[in-house]
């Protein structure tokens, strides 16, 4: 096998961060997303506007899921970095192949969250055309 070096876990870096950045702008629409329909729903409740928030709190969930696995393979980069700086390399290569899989697990909930937003806009645009105009 061959010898982890910092060069490799500091790779990880710009591509989390680029990742954590997408999250968090999604999240932060999301959030605001919530407040609309809140206020919706107060002003005029109805059965489609809390189905709506219900699939946000999930959408939501999963995001916070995402933003926890990134966090811990950006962590576990550093970890093991200092793992290499202090000579461990045995523990500093299960570190990192676990900081990749926190990584792999939340670039999987990632696309699991984007399957169910296509289908909630799947389902709005359904319900707009069977409204169109004639």
Known sequence: MEELTLTTPSLLFSAVSLIMLAYTNRFLSYAQIVRTLKTEYDLHPSKI???QIENLRSRLYLIRMMQILGIVSLLLSVVCMFLIYVGLQT???IVFAISLLSLIASLGISIGEI???VRALELHLSAMEHRKPE
């Open 91 to 93: 523990f500093a290569v």
């Open 49 to 51: 506007t809390a189905a």
């Open 115 to 117: 399957i169910i937003s």
